[in-house]
Structures are given as C-alpha cells and as structure tokens.
C-alpha cells in the first residue's frame, strides 16, 4: 500500500520581538523543512501579528503563520520535531484537514442538488398565478 | 352613640377577619409558589421535557403571567455554517464564556452535533493560543 498523502494545516507562531528580514527567514526555513521532510507546501499564509490569548514564553502577542501541506504523516511528524526545535517557533498546531473538505463537499453537493430541485418546483409554479 | 361605636367595633372586628382572608386568596395561586423557583434553572436551560412549557398550562392559568421565551435553535443549523473552524475566533468567542469556559448547549440552544464540532474547534483554539484556557481575573 503506498503512503497516504495527506492533507493538512500547521499554524505556528513565530515571536514578535525578531526584525521583518529575520521572520522572513524563519518563515522560509520552515517551509524548506517541510520540503525536505517530504511534505509539499500548497500555501503560506501570513496571518500577520496578534494579541494571544495568553502568555507564551513570555510573550503577549505573536506573528501567526498558515501552512497548508500535504503529505504522510510520518513526514508531518518530521516537520513538528523541526517546528520545535526551531527556537523563533513559540507554537504550533497541526490539523489534519481531509476528512473535513471531503465532509464539506458532500454537504455542498447535497444543498446545491436541493438548491437546484427548489428553483425547478418554484419555475413551475410561478406561471400558475401569473396565468390566473 | 353607642350604636356608631358598636358599629365601629364590629367593622373593625370585621377587617381583622377580612384580613386572614385577603392573604388566603393570593395563597392559593400562591400554591404554585415554587413555580418561578422552579422556572429559575429552567429560565436559562430552556426546553425540557415535561418543563416549564407544560406546567403553566396543568394549572390552567396562562393569560397574563405566562411569559414567552422563544425557543432555542441551533445558530449552526439555521445560518447553515458548515465548517466549524478554529481559527474562526470571532464565531467560536460567542460559545465562550466570560472566563474563557466553553458554553454548555442547554443554555445556547447549539445542537449536539454541531456542539460536538464546537467543543473540538475550541480546543484547538486554544491550543494555539487564540482563545484563552482561563481568562485572567
């Protein structure tokens, strides 16, 4: 069985007090990381600087960033060893997301097709007044 | 006189007897006394079965007293919010309480699937320090 390509999302908060050039860096070292993990990188999100809602290590707000990749998990967990060895990293969350996508496309379907059956039955009756 | 007097007497003989009486009436409706007691949890808690929308009507006086709390519905169910996510900070806030505690469902009328997702996302949250574990007093 080959290994299943997973997709997910890994937010990590990157400490404020470090200049533009140097979170720069971080942000696409991380993301270097994550390639040599064997981990694609589909997007890089800056969520930008934000209060946190508590303290972490000592600071009181930080700079979030959005990746969304895909790949195995055992590559997912390479990229958390590096995450937390990376010291401008203050936090990280992994979320796998498939699952999710694949349940809200199948709800989507579902209210389309009943958005789609609506409008037919309301075309149909329509005309009746507009005749009477 | 005598007679005036007499008659003063007896009227104020009378109130007294008046008096047990006049408390003795509002006893009676007062007998579901325990009924805005009993609404208290009720009052937050909305629907239960057999709860606070069945009694007034047992006891056969609706009309002015009974007031009219709206049923709860699902705020996921009704905006047709699919995805419950944890970065969304500003719908997951309205399901945190002051001192950062999760809601329960019987007071924001959140249905238990969507309640489950809720809880989840929350957690997440705060894992990553969006919303707080305990907000500091």
Not at chain 2, 67 to 73: D, G, N, S
Request: proline share 9%.
């Amino acid at each position: 069985m080959p290994v299943q390509q997973r997709t997910y999302e890994v937010m990590y908060i990157v400490r404020p007090d470090l200049p533009e050039e140097e979170t720069d860096r971080v942000i696409s070292t991380v993301e270097s990381n994550a390639t040599t993990a064997g981990i694609t990188v589909k997007n890089v999100e800056r969520m930008g600087k934000r209060r946190l809602a508590y303290k972490v290590r000592k600071f009181q707000d930080g700079l979030y960033v959005l990746l969304t990749v895909e790949g195995p998990g055992s590559a997912l967990a390479e990229l958390e060893r590096r995450l937390r060895v990376t010291e401008p990293v203050i936090k990280y969350i992994s979320v796998r997301i498939d699952e999710e996508q694949k349940r809200l496309a199948k709800v989507k379907k579902i209210r389309d097709s009943k958005v789609r059956q609506r409008p037919q039955t309301a075309a149909g009756s329509e005309p009746a007044p507009a005749t009477a | 006189m005598a007679d005036e007097e007499k008659k003063e007497v007896t009227t104020s003989a009378e109130a007294p007897a008046a008096a047990p009486a006049a408390p003795a009436a509002p006893s009676a409706p007062a007998s579901p006394g325990p009924r805005p007691y009993g609404r208290g949890p009720g009052g937050p808690g909305g629907r239960r079965p057999g709860g606070p929308g069945g009694r007034p009507g047992g006891r056969g006086e609706g009309g002015p007293r009974k007031f009219f709390r709206r049923k709860k519905v699902c705020k996921f169910c009704v905006e047709k919010i699919d995805s419950i996510n944890y970065k969304d900070v500003r719908l997951l806030g309205q399901f945190v309480a002051e001192r950062g505690k999760i809601v329960p469902r019987r007071l924001t009328g959140v249905c238990t699937p969507h309640q489950r997702r809720l809880t989840a996302a929350i957690k997440q949250a705060r894992n990553i320090a969006l919303l707080p574990f305990a907000a500091r007093y």
